[in-house]
């Protein structure tokens, strides 16, 4: 039984031994030489232990490993790295540590000195238009380096000495040696002070310094001025100060009344401006050189070009440009540019483009002709547009494209790939208003009786007969007109001070008088609520805008054109419900787009080419919100697509670019704006 027992002992402390891997002997030393990094080794061989010579506090090299097994940083460069705080050689800083030095140590003669990435003094925010230290006396200094401008301890009144210059550009008196009479208490030739006598009277304020303090008179006789103290705000440039613009916020002048950089402040309290040509754009300069500050020419309202900066560092628009006028025809568009250019885009097969072609462009083409135009008017196959004033103060109205009808008004069916005069169109100084829709024209000097010419099949002219003119005639029984509007085959305007009238085609009841009819060869009254304002003929319907900003809309409505919700053609004019702050309208072919007060846009009708521009093809017969469009300032309604015109100058265009009309340099239509590409 005791062998037994033993046995198991011994046999229990064996397994115990194993499981606690006690070792059988000392430890074994680390081996130098055997190409593993082990025990109290830096390295061994070409094992570093995952070390290199940034680990160990370089900045590049290769890092080896000595015969007796530590780092060999030999091969390494960089005695350290620049952002760890400290200054190593031949770091000039590092971080905030500025190794005791300021802007004035560094020749400037105040502001804030910075340390750069790279530890090197980064003396931007330093003050002073010349350096100190650069061996030349610029005001203010007293002194620079070696140079003490022919001054002497004597010439300054000691009876001896060395006379030196600080690393501010001061004298420094400090080994200068005091007068003889230094002491007795009697203010002598040369001395400041003496004991507690100061020359002139002395204060802290005389010296410049008005925040109180008392000076001392140093034993050389000379003052003391540590124990004043400086004002931050009172108007005066005390010692210490670059500028003080008081009370007032100076964004060129710090709260410590230090000269910010890039800023030049003058005077007494100071005023600060932007120093252009420094590089450096300030809140006082748009731009600096060829620096634009990140701006372009829509960010000041002109939508198209190349923003410049003057030598004033001001913004040059020169080269920018913005669409200030924008009409939209059958299967092209047209613009009026803030240079008094303008331009047309989209089908030219009638020559409706004036470029002097017959080809049709996906992007916008110049009209041809050296004129200046101010307003423009797009209609089925043909253009029709207005100059500017002339020397004599004088408008034009000029005309191109198709002439079949006689709508350019030349006094004859002849077509015109470019501007041509209309003839007969009497003269006045007031300004042209302009309205094309299809084969016949309309316009009329803003207050004054109305002039037609084109096609007059459906009495359209208003002219009291059926008879087509070649050249422009009056519209019966008009005057004082205030806005005019063309559609397919009838027109309505607007009198002073505010009645409206149509004539023409009334098949649909597109001139609103209760009932459809023959045509009305002559201007019939319509009446709206709250009078209207706005005016604009469609295909055959027409829509209006009162003095409460309500659209009304009337005629034909087969798409819901109307806005009225339903397919009903209306008689007379009806109220587009639901919709308010109305500030101008557009009748297109069988859609319409309004204005809104809040720069928005809202369209309805037919949108088989996504020509209401809210991202579907589908036909509203209710208003519905133009995509991405929250900045308009002009709508215009076309046949099967739509522009406006946004405050930046920019115009958008939407619906069927078979033809290129959308300008977007593409002929794929759009259910949501693009831009036209100027």
């Avoid at 330093?126 to 350096?131: A, Q």
């Avoid at 440039?237 to 964004?251: K, N, V, W």
């Avoid at 005639?473 to 205030?482: E, G, K, N, P, Y």
């Amino acid at each position: 039984m005791l062998l037994v027992l033993s046995f198991l002992l011994l046999t229990g402390l064996a397994s115990c031994r194993l499981m606690m891997d006690i070792p059988d002997g000392p430890p074994v030393p680390a081996e130098c030489g055997n190409g593993v990094e082990e025990g109290d080794e830096d390295c061994d061989g070409l094992d570093l232990g995952g070390k290199t010579c940034m680990t160990q506090g370089f900045t590049g090299g290769t890092l080896g490993c000595s015969a007796t097994c530590e780092f060999d940083t030999s091969a390494c460069s960089g005695t350290e790295p620049c952002g760890n705080g400290s200054i190593d050689d031949p770091e000039e800083c590092d971080g905030e540590n500025l190794d005791g030095q300021t802007c004035m140590t560094q020749g400037f003669t105040g502001g804030t000195l910075g340390c750069s990435a790279t530890c090197e003094f980064d003396t931007s925010a330093c003050s002073g238009t010349e350096p100190c230290g650069n061996g030349s006396i610029d005001d203010p200094e007293e002194c620079d380096g070696d140079n003490l401008n022919g001054e002497t301890c004597l010439l300054l009144g000691f009876s001896g000495g060395v006379l030196a210059c600080t690393s501010a550009c001061e004298f420094d008196k400090s080994l200068c040696e005091a007068p003889e009479n230094c002491g007795n208490d009697v203010i002598d030739d040369a001395e400041e002070c003496d004991g507690v006598l100061f020359a002139g009277d002395a204060t802290c304020e005389t010296q410049g310094y008005f925040g109180g303090g008392a000076l001392v008179c140093n034993p050389n006789c000379t003052m003391d001025t540590s124990g004043c103290v400086a004002v931050c705000g009172n108007e005066r440039i005390e010692p210490g100060e670059t500028c003080d613009p008081g009370m007032r916020s100076s964004p060129g002048c710090s709260n410590t009344c230090q000269v910010i950089a890039g800023w030049d402040c003058q005077g007494e309290p100071s005023e600060c401006s932007g120093i252009c040509g420094d590089g450096m754009i300030v809140s006082d300069e748009d731009c600096e050189g060829l620096d634009v500050n990140g701006q372009d020419c829509t960010s000041i309202g002109l939508g198209y070009g190349s923003l410049t900066c003057t030598a004033n560092c001001t913004f040059n628009p020169t080269h920018c440009h913005a669409v200030t006028n924008l009409a939209v025809g059958d299967r092209h568009s047209c613009a009026v540019l803030s240079t008094g250019a303008a331009y047309c885009w989209g089908d030219g097969d009638g020559g409706q483009l004036g470029a002097g072609n017959y080809a049709e462009s996906s992007v916008p083409v110049l009209v041809g002709g050296s004129h200046i135009w101010v307003r423009i008017s797009a209609a089925a196959v043909s253009t029709c547009a207005v100059t500017a004033f002339d020397g004599s103060f004088q408008q034009y109205i000029w005309c191109w494209g198709e002439n079949t009808m006689g709508q350019l008004g030349t006094g004859n069916t002849l077509p015109s790939t470019l501007p041509v005069a209309v003839t007969n169109f009497p003269l006045s100084n007031e300004d042209i208003l302009i309205s094309t829709r299809s084969d016949f024209a309309c316009a009329a000097y803003d207050g004054a009786n109305p002039f037609c010419w084109g096609n007059n099949a459906n009495g359209q002219l208003g002219t009291g007969n059926y008879i087509s003119y070649q050249a422009p005639r009056a519209v019966q029984d008009l005057v004082a007109i205030s806005a005019i509007s063309t559609g397919y085959d009838h027109a309505c305007a607007i009198s002073l001070p505010g009645a409206l009238s149509c004539w023409g085609g009334n098949g649909y009841g597109q001139i609103g008088i209760g009932v459809t009819s023959s045509p009305r060869t002559h201007p019939e009254s319509i009446s709206i609520t709250n009078g209207p304002l706005k005016i604009s003929a469609g295909a055959w319907f027409t829509c209006a805008v009162n003095s409460s900003q309500e659209a009304y809309c009337w005629g034909r409505n087969n798409y819901g054109q109307l806005g009225d919700g339903s397919l009903i053609d209306r008689h007379s004019p009806n109220i587009v419900p639901g919709l308010t702050g109305v500030a101008d309208i557009s009748a297109g072919g069988q859609h319409t787009c309004a204005l809104m007060t809040d720069g928005s846009v809202k369209c309805w009708g037919r949108n088989n080419n996504g020509q209401l521009g809210n991202a579907l093809n589908n036909d509203s017969p209710s208003p519905v919100a133009v995509s991405n469009i929250n900045s308009a300032v002009a709508v215009a309604a076309g046949v099967n697509h739509t522009c406006a015109l946004l405050s930046d100058g920019t115009a958008w265009c939407w619906g069927l670019n078979f033809s290129g009309q959308l300008g977007n340099g593409a002929n794929v239509s759009s259910s949501v704006p693009v831009l036209v590409h100027f």
